[in-house]
């Protein structure tokens, strides 16, 4: 429910009317707004889970507020976020996560971690020219819907996925729309590894659920299907693009050829 409270001089309940004017701001830097950018084309304006806001400075847009279900997220262009307005972002709807590109973040990350917030600190990174992409291996495929139940007990055994990939009805949703692409690599009706794409954009595409199963690490297989990921987003004429918080001699993206483009921090309140 929208809190007319909310609403300050400087800052303004984005609608439908602002949508053009908004893409056109964001887009000017299209990969740290990926997500921005994907939720607005995706969800508007009208969704009771989604809103958005912008702060103006001088009569021109400044920070770009999100908010998607319980997730907030930020980016500004030459002004800092208004820390009093993410305070009452945050208390009016039950707010547990916070991101943004680490610039936008700095005030608020202080705040959130004196209060308790956890903090957490990643590369944004982009495929660059000079890539070294791995070469494709045996048994690898785009999967499908028949391949749903497999993928789930798969990524529920790898440590840290457990909650990201909760929903095997998301999952399932995923496959059958085919709301992004999910490459399996496997061996007698068994998954080694898997890779997919997130949020994409008319410019960029994020990476995510870049796994390999425990007992058969260390063989290149991420490495293969995280390339092959990379091709077939390249052959759209796709950025592809991820979020990385691996030290840089042990980053599988920076080894294939990934370059920074940004930090990015995260704030997830404990509950």
């Given at each position: 429910m929208d809190d007319p409270d909310l609403e300050m001089m400087a800052i303004q309940k984005m609608t439908r009317q602002h949508r053009d004017m908004l893409l056109n701001f964001l887009s000017q830097d299209p990969v740290a707004n990926t997500f921005l950018i994907a939720?607005?084309?995706?969800?508007?304006?009208?969704?009771?889970?989604?809103?958005?806001?912008?702060?103006?400075?001088?009569?021109?847009?400044?920070?770009?507020?999100?908010?998607?279900?319980?997730?907030?997220?930020?980016?500004?262009k030459g002004c800092l976020p208004d820390e009093t307005f993410v305070n009452k972002i945050i208390q009016n709807y039950d707010i547990m996560v916070i991101m943004g590109r680490r610039?936008?973040?700095?005030?608020?990350?202080?705040?959130?971690?004196?209060?308790?917030?956890?903090?957490?600190?990643?590369?944004?990174?982009?495929?660059?020219?000079?890539?070294?992409?791995?070469a494709p291996m045996h048994g690898m495929k785009i999967a499908g819907p028949e391949d749903a139940d497999r993928i789930y007990a798969f990524l529920?055994?790898?440590?840290?996925?457990?909650?990201?990939?909760?929903?095997?009805?998301?999952?399932?949703?995923?496959?059958?729309?085919?709301?992004?692409?999910?490459?399996?690599?496997?061996?007698?009706?068994?998954?080694?590894?898997?890779?997919?794409?997130?949020?994409?954009?008319?410019?960029?595409?994020?990476?995510?659920?870049v796994a390999t199963r425990a007992d058969v690490r260390g063989k290149g297989f991420s490495s293969a299907i995280v390339s092959e990921l990379c091709r077939l987003v390249q052959a759209r004429r796709l950025q592809p693009c991820v979020y990385s918080n691996a030290q840089p001699g042990h980053d599988l993206f920076m080894r294939l050829g990934f370059v920074l483009q940004d930090y990015w921090d995260t704030l997830e309140r404990q509950h």
């Open positions: 939720d607005i084309e995706q969800y508007g304006f009208d969704t009771p889970f989604q809103q958005v806001w912008l702060q103006w400075e001088q009569d021109k847009p400044a920070v770009v507020y999100l908010r998607f279900y319980q997730n907030l997220l930020i980016y500004g610039s936008d973040m700095a005030g608020i990350l202080e705040w959130g971690v004196n209060s308790g917030w956890q903090a957490q600190h990643k590369k944004l990174l982009i495929l660059g020219k000079n890539k070294t992409l791995a529920q055994q790898i440590e840290g996925f457990g909650a990201m990939y909760a929903s095997k009805e998301m999952l399932v949703h995923r496959l059958e729309s085919k709301d992004g692409l999910h490459l399996i690599l496997e061996t007698d009706g068994h998954i080694l590894a898997h890779a997919n794409s997130t949020v994409a954009t008319r410019h960029t595409v994020m990476l995510g659920g």
